[in-house]
């Protein structure tokens, strides 16, 4: 078994809700070849210094999260996608101490297939910006100001597909206006939606 990092302790600690299932999810991650590490404030578990894993919870569940989950073959069909615009992790939920044991010896054969897709180097194919809906209201914008668009060019492609989802997730023409204008200085100075 690999060592715990004391620097995760605290969120195994300070957790009120899923502590046992935490602390037993973390048995079984670091039961394979992982190290531990903190990032983004939840334990994330590495292989040469790639992420591979991570602990999370939610009001309904706790989960493990496989940062590339797509690529796992899932032959249990228990890999779920969080969110409709997650498009590389895959979660795993769980209710109960008792779900994580009679899961145990399968959460460990995904995780070391999950280690092997890292050691062959496989990639996820992430859709591109270009492939996102821009909302017309963008486009004009985009149109009225010209340093709006180098500068939404030149933002990471992350931070590009946060601005579209958010303005296109607005049903009304009015408000998806109202959003754009909001972060039009935002995005001439180079920042994501949450910088």
Known sequence: M????????????????????????????LDCPLTEELKWGVPCYTFDGKNIVL???FKEYCAILFV?????????GILITQTENVQAARQIRFTS??????????????????????????????KKT?????PDEFITKLEEIPDLQEAFEALTPGR????????????????????????????????????
Do not use: C
């Open 97 to 126: 101490v008792a779900e994580i044991e009679r899961l145990e010896p399968i959460l460990k054969a995904y995780i070391i297939e999950a280690i092997d897709a890292e050691k062959a180097g496989l990639k996820v194919d992430l």
């Open 130 to 134: 270009a492939e996102y809906n821009f």
């Open 55 to 57: 602990i999370h919870g």
């Open 160 to 195: 590009q597909r946060a601005y579209l989802l958010y303005f296109s997730a607005a049903k009304q023409s009015k408000t998806r206006e109202a959003r754009i204008e909001k972060y039009v200085q935002k995005i001439l100075d180079g920042k994501g939606l949450d910088d």
């Open 68 to 76: 590339k989950g797509v690529l796992l073959k899932d032959t249990e």
């Open 2 to 29: 690999n060592k715990t990092n004391p620097k995760v302790d605290f969120f195994f600690s300070k957790a009120q809700q899923w502590q046992a299932e935490y602390e037993k999810l973390r048995m079984v991650i």
